[in-house]
């Protein structure tokens, strides 16, 4: 195990969870203001296929990435207009939204199955410069990992210091209070899914135009069923799901490190390392977690009826 | 209008007498099967508190929310300063200076109240400063004696305190017409003292009140006009200075009230039904703990427990029935050691249950009558092992009960379908229905009709002239006073007080409900 | 969320079954409206696609024949739905416990091959079953404790047991050809299958425990007891009934019901434990619950017209060089329906 490799293992865990915050960001808005959305898979899978799709078109990767975003926050307002406008129940829209993901997904994406597109650049880490190239090489990131944490602290401004945030938050806990002092919250809702869904189009684009660089079907592995459980985990608060994401990623990293040095135990099961460590953080500390959640969520996240 | 933020005084206007600020011409309001305001008239003028008097369903919460444009009426003009206005929502009424705080009050319990307040007003900026807010608050609150700590946590605020934020709220948002919704409702005696000299020093810059009650003592004590509504019409309106409360309550009903004479035969039996011995809870999030609680409830007796709402009524009822567990103390029934036991177990050694609001307590909505009936006792009516139920036996204890307790139950397709007052009835029934040893009442006349709030005391004398022990939990000092043949007063979850009905009165109870003690006996 | 039963006190029973069976028909309708879409928005052959899509289920006896095959474990995982659904609980873990039914059915099948088929396929059931009850006990236990909703915890455990069947297969159980799939079951490992086409036993494994929650709900003790849950939990609780206790089993029981999906795939369909052999019919069970609202009859009608879908999928890939998962947005769409228009649907609460 050597440092190379250990340095690998960290660089690709940041690699590829950039786009684990980017989405549990998004879902944090969307939760604080009430509303959840088991469906951010197909979100994502739609956000990265559009997002791909409009890069190989154009060759423009910040274009791609742009589109990404648009499509995450469109697919989101059919979750808003389902939810808001027909009250429909939240699990089931985000399930159906889920499916039509995989389906729009392969669709818009088929055509470029196995397409190269041109990224967007990277920069080395500051500092890096005088380390022996093949380890600067691997904390060379681009943009939007610079940015991730810079988002998170705009998102925690934009929720705690803005009139508009607090308004949003005021829906996840009281509607009756929000409709009294003269807003919609149903328009509130829809502000605050696009955002989110722009959040998760921004994870979406990361991981298939600057990461992987291409589109397969369900490329994004699970991302938005973890970042479900990572906005309890940080207590749907936006800086601590930075420390979230980084607990879910390390946990990847882990495991790829041990796969790395040989340690005999099949791949299959360190896989599982990631999900198993979410849930017993969250059965340990679930209790304490439930006062943190959004009233307004209450229904659905109370472990009592 | 910075004056009117800063110093809350409005520029002097005209007393009370001159042209009204809100005028309502033949406000006509319906729902579906009833008909809530027929033709009604109503004037609001400046510095006037005008007292919206009837019982409950007579129409004025729904006249009220009409003004504040939660509902849009059916028929009839609103003049606000002589000009004809249009109010589609509660944006609009808040244009025209109308506010209006809710029974249920409507803040955020997770915010603060500075962030309550910020939520509620419209001038602030986009990204508003952070003390702006706070400042505004204190330099208000000092004005009319709504003191409260803008960095506090609403979930911990007493209610009285919540209803001064709703207040600060309205008077921090320019509103110059403010309408309470039944806020005496959870005050103790001297906490409504306050409200009242609140609400005149308001009056006494120029804002108008209107103060909806069914309390004729608030009524009494405070109001400058009263309107009178029955049945959705206006049966009166009078100054203060030409109201008697016989004049009032003639007005208000149509009839003799059908109150039960707690007379009876108040045989107190010496065996002892249910001993609760230092029961302490712990709460969890925004409850409340009972803290060593103690007491004795003999048959044939009604054991009153007042207290203000929120005080550790529900962890009581809730712990004696066997939904709490509780971490001290022990609990017997009939000399049965219970603590901690199931409410199954509790129901198979002789426990009813009647709670306030039954179609979320006690009635599962979407199921009929007859199997309303059967879910307090399945093993009962269960066949084969459990294979089958015995819906002729349920149907068969249900007339024998109804009878016994001379109710009528309506039977109908879906729970829901039915009125407050015939669910009541049913749930009555069922757990009345096979002399239960003890009943455990919590708050059950609230949001009833007379007459059904007549019968269901009836029930409970009836049970309790039979050899039941009743437990009564209510906020209604005179319901209690009437019925119970012994009073505990819970403050804070911990007896606060404990005598017959004939050895205090309703102010020193009223004092120990909001935890001053026996000498404070002078209001606000 | 309150999973009220759709009430079906309706006086005329005649009236009853017309609303029942419109709904139905209503959803097949924009399903087809939905597929249309799809091919047209692709710059397909509609004529060719429809064709294709009839001919290759309802043209043929084998085509039909088909379509029920695949219904068969959705009728299964559906019904591992709709049973936690009548007590409020969503049960959303179908895909993993399907998987772990899997495993341990795979177990059996694999260690005891000299049994006869009329002990061992008993045992393989009772072992899909229990798999199905253990990989949905952590979730029912945490929720029962208080402290985490099981929506999560069985969302998560879905990703991980895939991977664990992975694990088996690759560690212990492949075969000497594939590292992918196990040794083929012995033929006393197998379902039988009927009429010389793939429709298997599972098929009455289906539809008996379909008829058996419908008698059970409607008559027994326990059902009455559950309606009560899901109808309003703290009446219920304050009833007597032990709601605790019925919370946890019925969890367990529908992710038992979902093992015996996973065992009905491989000893009736496969013969083998493949690895990844579920393309989401966990999810797609929870789908046909929603839109049959919890209703027995409803989810065999529903688990025809998914099949069907599923058939289709292939004549898109074929004809029409659409990938399979497009017809993830037909089943979306169906269910977008059913939940944008609620009372067209009959009264279902959210």
């Known amino acids: 195990m050597t440092w190379l490799a250990v340095m690998g293992v960290l660089s690709s865990a940041i690699f590829s969870g950039v786009s684990l915050l980017y989405a549990t960001l998004g879902e944090v808005v969307g939760q604080?203001?009430?509303?959840?959305?088991?469906?951010?898979?197909?979100v994502m899978l739609v956000g990265a296929a559009a997002g791909f799709a409009a890069?190989?078109?154009?060759?423009?990767?910040?274009?791609?990435?742009?589109?990404?975003?648009?499509?995450?926050?469109?697919?989101?307002?059919?979750?808003?207009?389902?939810?808001?406008?027909?009250?429909?129940?939240?699990?089931?829209?985000?399930?159906?939204?889920?499916?039509?993901?995989?389906?729009?997904?392969?669709?818009?994406?088929?055509?470029?199955?196995?397409?190269?597109?041109?990224?967007?650049?990277?920069?080395?880490?500051?500092?890096?410069?005088?380390?022996?190239?093949?380890?600067?090489?691997?904390?060379?990131?681009?943009?939007?990992?610079?940015?991730?944490?810079?988002?998170?602290?705009?998102?925690?401004?934009?929720?705690?210091?803005?009139?508009?945030?607090?308004?949003?938050?005021?829906?996840?806990?009281?509607?009756?209070?929000v409709y009294a002092s003269g807003r919609d919250p149903g328009a509130i809702r829809y502000q605050a899914l696009f955002v989110a869904g722009m959040l998760a189009g921004l994870g979406s684009a990361h991981l298939a135009i600057a990461y992987a660089m291409s589109w397969t079907e369900h490329m994004t592995g699970g991302r938005g069923f973890i970042a479900v459980a990572l906005v309890i985990f940080s207590g749907w608060h936006p800086v601590r799901a930075i420390y979230g994401a980084l607990l879910f990623s390390g946990a990847v990293a882990f495991q790829l490190l041990l796969q790395s040095a040989g340690v005999p135990v099949s791949p299959f099961l360190l896989d599982t390392i990631p999900f198993l460590l979410t849930i017993l953080v969250l059965a340990v500390s679930g209790g304490g977690r439930r006062h943190l959640a959004p009233a307004g969520l209450g229904r659905l996240y109370s472990g009592r009826e | 209008m910075r004056e009117g933020r800063e110093t809350g005084r409005l520029p002097a206007m005209e007393d009370a007498g001159g042209p009204p600020v809100v005028s309502m011409r033949g406000m006509v309001k319906r729902f579906p099967g009833v008909v809530a305001n027929q033709e009604i008239d109503l004037d609001i003028h400046r510095g006037e508190i005008h007292a919206l008097l009837g019982e409950n369903g007579a129409g004025k919460s729904t006249l009220m929310k009409v003004l504040y444009g939660v509902y849009r009426p059916d028929g009839g003009e609103i003049r606000v300063d002589g000009s004809p206005v249009a109010i589609r929502s509660p944006h609009d009424a808040r244009r025209h200076s109308i506010g209006m705080v809710f029974q249920d009050l409507r803040l955020v319990p997770g915010f603060t109240v500075s962030e309550n307040i910020a939520l509620y007003l419209t001038d602030l900026g986009p990204v508003p400063r952070r003390g702006k807010v706070r400042n505004r608050i204190r330099e208000l609150s000092g004005s009319y004696g709504l003191e409260v700590d803008p960095g506090a946590v609403v979930r911990g605020l007493s209610i009285g305190q919540q209803q001064k934020v709703e207040l600060l709220k309205l008077l921090l948002s320019d509103a110059r017409v403010l309408i309470l919704d039944e806020p005496t409702r959870v005050l103790a005696e001297h906490e409504v003292a306050a409200l009242f000299a609140t609400l005149r020093r308001l009056c006494a810059d120029g804002y108008s009140v209107v103060l909806i009650t069914h309390r004729m003592r608030d009524v009494l004590a405070c109001a400058d006009r009263i309107t009178v509504l029955r049945q959705g019409r206006v049966a009166g309106s009078l100054l203060r200075a030409q109201a008697t409360e016989q004049a009032l309550v003639g007005m208000m009903f149509e009839r003799e009230l059908d109150r039960v004479r707690a007379g009876g035969s108040r045989k107190v039996g010496d065996l002892t039904v249910l001993e609760l011995a230092g029961i302490s809870t712990r709460a969890d999030g925004g409850g409340v703990s009972l803290r060593n609680v103690s007491l004795r409830v003999h048959s044939g007796e009604i054991l009153g427990i007042a207290g203000v709402s929120g005080n550790g009524q529900r962890e009581l009822t809730d712990t004696i029935m066997g939904v709490t567990r509780s971490v001290a103390g022990r609990k017997t029934l009939g000399g049965l050691d219970v603590t901690n036991r199931p409410v199954s177990a509790m129901r198979a050694n002789g426990l009813g249950f009647v709670p306030e609001d039954p179609l979320s307590l006690a009635v599962i909505p979407f199921m009929g009558v007859v199997e309303n009936m059967a879910i307090t006792d399945t093993r009962r009516y269960a066949r084969h092992g459990g294979l089958t139920m015995d819906w002729g036996a349920v149907r068969e204890d249900l007339d024998a009960a109804a009878d016994r307790l001379g109710i009528q139950v309506r039977r109908t397709a879906m729970a829901r379908d039915l009125s407050g007052g015939n669910l009541q009835r049913m749930v009555i029934v069922r757990e009345l229905g096979r002399l239960p040893r003890l009943v455990v009442a919590s708050y059950i006349t609230r949001g009833?009709?007379?007459?059904?709030?007549?019968?269901?005391?009836?029930?409970?004398?009836?049970?309790?002239?039979?050899?039941?022990?009743?437990?009564?939990?209510?906020?209604?000092?005179?319901?209690?006073?009437?019925?119970?043949?012994?009073?505990?007063?819970?403050?804070?979850?911990?007896?606060?007080?404990?005598?017959?009905p004939e050895e205090t009165d309703v102010a020193e109870v009223g004092h120990l409900m909001t935890g001053s003690g026996r000498g404070d006996a002078r209001g606000g | 969320m309150r999973a009220a039963a759709e009430s079906r006190r309706s006086p005329a029973l005649a009236a009853r079954i017309r609303s029942g069976l419109s709904r139905y028909l209503v959803m097949i309708a924009v399903t087809l409206a939905l597929f249309a879409i799809v091919l047209l928005v692709s710059g397909s052959d509609l004529a060719a696609s429809f064709r294709g899509l009839f001919r290759s289920s309802f043209g043929s006896l084998y085509g039909l024949s088909e379509v029920v095959v695949a219904m068969i474990p959705l009728l299964l995982t559906a019904l591992a739905v709709a049973l936690p659904w009548r007590v409020s609980l969503i049960n959303v873990g179908g895909e993993g416990q399907l998987y772990i039914g899997a495993a341990a059915a795979t177990w059996g099948a694999l260690s005891f091959p000299g049994l006869p088929p009329v002990v061992l396929l008993p045992l393989m059931m009772l072992l899909g079953f229990a798999g199905g009850v253990l990989w949905a006990l952590v979730p029912a236990l945490l929720r029962a404790a208080g402290t985490v909703n099981e929506t999560i915890t069985t969302l998560l455990l879905n990703s991980v047991a895939p991977k664990i069947a992975g694990f088996l297969i690759f560690a212990f159980w492949h075969s000497p050809m594939d590292t992918v799939k196990t040794a083929n079951f012995v033929p006393a490992a197998r379902l039988p299958?009927?009429?010389?086409?793939?429709?298997?036993?599972?098929?009455?494994?289906?539809?008996?425990?379909?008829?058996?929650?419908?008698?059970?709900?409607?008559?027994?003790?326990?059902?009455?007891?559950?309606?009560?849950?899901?109808?309003?939990?703290?009446?219920?609780?304050?009833?007597?009934?032990?709601?605790?206790r019925l919370l946890l089993l019925s969890l367990c029981a529908g992710g038992g019901v979902a093992g015996l999906a996973g065992m009905a795939q491989v000893s009736g369909f496969y013969g083998v434990l493949l690895l990844n052999f579920s393309n989401g019919l966990g999810f797609m069970g929870f789908l046909i619950c929603w839109m049959a609202g919890g209703q027995p009859l409803g989810i065999v009608l529903m688990s025809f017209v998914v099949a069907v879908i599923l058939a289709g999928g292939d004549v898109l890939q074929l004809t029409s060089n659409l990938p399979f998962a497009v017809i993830n947005i037909l089943l979306a769409g169906t269910l977008f329906v059913v939940l944008a228009r609620p009372t067209l649907f009959g009264r279902q609460k959210s």
């Not at chain 3, 298997?200 to 008559?219: E, Y």
């Open chain 1, 32 to 42: 604080r203001s009430g509303v959840v959305n088991l469906g951010l898979e197909g």
């Open chain 2, 448 to 500: 009833l009709d007379l007459q059904s709030a007549a019968a269901a005391h009836q029930a409970l004398v009836q049970a309790r002239d039979q050899g039941t022990a009743v437990l009564l939990v209510s906020d209604d000092l005179e319901e209690l006073f009437t019925l119970c043949d012994r009073l505990l007063v819970l403050y804070d979850g911990a007896v606060a007080g404990d005598f017959a």
């Open chain 1, 55 to 177: 890069t190989v078109i154009t060759g423009n990767p910040s274009l791609g990435i742009v589109v990404a975003m648009l499509a995450g926050g469109l697919m989101n307002l059919v979750l808003g207009y389902l939810v808001i406008n027909r009250g429909a129940n939240q699990l089931a829209s985000g399930l159906a939204l889920m499916f039509f993901g995989f389906g729009l997904s392969a669709l818009i994406g088929k055509p470029y199955v196995g397409t190269r597109a041109a990224s967007i650049p990277r920069i080395a880490l500051p500092g890096t410069a005088y380390l022996p190239q093949r380890i600067a090489s691997l904390f060379s990131f681009d943009l939007l990992i610079y940015l991730a944490v810079p988002v998170a602290l705009l998102v925690w401004w934009l929720l705690y210091r803005t009139r508009w945030g607090l308004a949003l938050r005021a829906t996840g806990e009281s509607v009756a209070a």
């Open chain 3, 193 to 244: 299958a009927f009429f010389g086409s793939r429709i298997h036993l599972g098929i009455i494994m289906g539809g008996a425990l379909l008829a058996a929650f419908w008698a059970f709900m409607k008559w027994t003790r326990w059902g009455l007891e559950m309606r009560a849950i899901g109808g309003n939990p703290e009446a219920a609780r304050r009833a007597g009934i032990p709601v605790r």
